[in-house]
């Protein structure tokens, strides 16, 4: 069986509003739905997470610290990885996301 590749940009992310783990082809995602983006705003967790990514030890676009908690939730030695500085997120992009579709996939068929 040959493997499948996708063609497109994936950036896995975990959603400001409801949690969950999601996928996009734009880098700057934080939300997986028009009603989790207002959900995000209403609530204030969309404001703490820009606060975040705006502290001076970070200075990071939010979306990367939802890809960042992405990576940790599929493959957490990968994030070790991150925390330890020896890889960076564009250079695992490809097994985050062929973790994050093999999940899908075994959800999809468990409920099928």
Known sequence: MNAVTLSFKCYVYVCVGCNLMAS?????????????????????????????????????HPATIQQCAAVQRLRPDLADKLLAGTVELDDIRDEISSAFWSLVWKHVRVSA
């Open 24 to 60: 996009s082809e734009r880098s700057d995602v934080l939300t997986c739905c028009t009603r989790c983006r207002v959900r995000a705003h209403r609530n204030g967790s969309m404001k703490a997470l820009r606060e975040l990514a705006a502290r001076p030890m970070f200075r990071v």
